[in-house]
């Protein structure tokens, strides 16, 4: 169980607030909440790539900085780069091993599933985007880390793509943890035991379902006065800047 206690973070402002909760081994949990509201932040300071200015962050009773839980995690952030100079192929095996448990033998098979057979073999920088986002989606399957986090991982994925990635994710869920940053409500409705909504620096759980949420966020953002905007600015109201 990922496990973190009274985790703050600020930068300017305080973005995170005091934030205590818990992951469940072999569960789906999705954050969502408006841009800006402190996701990212949030799971990079789990990971360890952003220092917190308070709390403490375990999985079982290994604390974030320790080897033990690195290689219990594996982060596909949303902003990723990827050496060019690599190939395909080159970069998964880099990438594997840095993980004790990681099935290095099944990458040509992976990448036969994800399409990418072809370019297996050549440089990344020839990857498009969504190319490698699968790369990233290989590589985290395949380093048998127990805890996959993702930060807008369905983002630039196609349909058939997006749909494999669920299917192979459901049946890794026996072993597997994800927590993922999804406003994808596919996910949110098919592939999602807990909602976490990020809101004025709190992470609290959501109980509902994927239209609840959204008939929340609509009371809650502000979004009528923009509806509003828009359908005056739709209409040529004069008025629509006041
Ligand atoms: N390095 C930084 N220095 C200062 N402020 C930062 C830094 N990184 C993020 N912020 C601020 O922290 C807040 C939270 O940013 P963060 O990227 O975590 O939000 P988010 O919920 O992931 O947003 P989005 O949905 O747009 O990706 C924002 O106000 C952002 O401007």
Redesign the pocket.
């Known amino acids: 169980m990922i496990k973190i206690e009274h985790l703050s973070k600020k930068?300017?402002r305080l973005?995170l607030n005091d934030i205590s909760v818990s992951f469940p081994e072999k569960q789906v949990s999705v954050i969502v909440?408006?841009?800006?509201?402190?996701?990212?932040?949030?799971l990079d300071c789990i990971v360890g790539l952003k220092r917190p200015s308070d709390g403490q962050i375990w999985i079982d009773s290994h604390h974030n900085q320790s080897d033990t839980f690195k290689e219990q995690v594996f982060y596909i952030p949303?902003d990723f780069y990827l050496p060019d100079y690599m190939t395909g192929n080159e970069y998964i095996q880099f990438v594997l091993a840095r993980y004790p448990n990681a099935d290095r033998d099944k990458v040509d098979s992976f990448f036969e599933l994800y399409d990418l057979k072809e370019a297996k073999n050549q440089l990344l920088e020839s990857y498009s985007f969504g190319m490698k986002k699968k790369v990233q989606i290989i590589a985290a399957v395949l380093s048998n880390a127990p805890y996959v986090l993702g930060d807008e991982l369905f983002n630039g994925l196609d349909f058939e793509t997006t749909l494999i990635t669920v299917k192979l994710f459901q049946a890794l869920l026996s072993h597997r943890s994800f927590v993922l940053?999804s406003h994808n409500m596919t996910i949110i409705n098919h592939f999602c035991d807990h909602i976490f909504l990020?809101s004025n620096g709190k992470l609290v759980p959501f109980t509902g379902d994927a239209s609840q949420l959204e008939a929340e966020v609509l009371r809650t953002e502000s979004v009528h006065d923009k509806i509003t905007f828009i359908q005056r600015y739709a209409t040529f109201d004069d008025n629509v800047s006041e």
């Open positions: 930068y300017k973005v909440g408006i841009n800006g509201s402190g996701k990212t932040t949030f949303s940053i990020m």
